[in-house]
């Protein structure tokens, strides 16, 4: 007697049986593949952030110094007057600099693989670089807010309101690179080498 074939399980029950697993989620089989993956997903993460920040820090310092070098009004009213204005524009123009190049840099990372510094020296140089020029910025912001205090006691006017709105890009750049301080920090305390 000819016996007659096996019914097809339903769909579900053959899912049950043979689970497929998203090729983008390790098994929880492996935990040496998964602690892998994480890491590969929080270096990625940080370096995306890193190159945002910086992208922020560039913009925000270029704001500043178009803002405060262009605040010409005639008179007194005239940033290359006070010393305090003209420090401000040296160290956005500083910052701007500093920021663009390390961006630049970071892009040619992410579209060629190849760093321009060893990677002993690019940490060291992110780090100390995003303090020195962040310290900066916020000296810069912190001397030129008396003064503009000061001027706003006899009147709002356009001069001030550019002043100030220059000290708040430069704080806006502070803050953007005193962040990518810090994830440059957390690079170099992961580095095993030194």
Do not use: C
């Not at 019914?7 to 090729?23: F, I, Q």
């Not at 970071?106 to 760093?115: L, T």
């Not at 806006?172 to 810090?182: H, R, Y």
């Amino acid at each position: 007697m000819a016996s007659l074939p096996d019914p097809k399980p339903p769909s579900g029950a053959a899912d049950l049986e043979n689970p497929v697993t998203d090729p983008a989620e390790p098994s929880s089989a492996d935990p040496a593949v998964t602690s892998v993956v994480r890491r590969w997903r929080r270096e990625d993460l940080t370096e995306k952030a890193g190159l945002i920040l910086r992208g922020l820090g560039t913009l925000f310092s270029v704001i500043a110094f178009v803002v405060m070098a262009s605040n010409k009004h005639g008179d007194w009213q005239d940033f290359d007057k006070y010393e305090e204005y003209r420090y401000l524009v040296a160290i956005s123009v500083l910052a701007f600099l500093y920021s663009a190049a390390q961006l630049g840099r970071q892009v040619h990372r992410f579209s060629s693989g190849k760093d321009l510094l060893s990677p002993r020296t690019s940490v060291f140089v992110d780090f100390g670089g995003d303090q020195i020029i962040a310290y900066l910025l916020i000296s810069a912001a912190s001397a030129a807010i008396p003064m503009t205090n000061r001027m706003r006691q006899g009147g709002d006017n356009l001069f001030t309101d550019a002043s100030s709105a220059a000290i708040s890009m430069a704080f806006f750049a502070f803050f953007a690179l005193a962040l990518s301080a810090m994830l440059s920090g957390y690079k170099l305390s992961k580095q095993t080498y030194i």
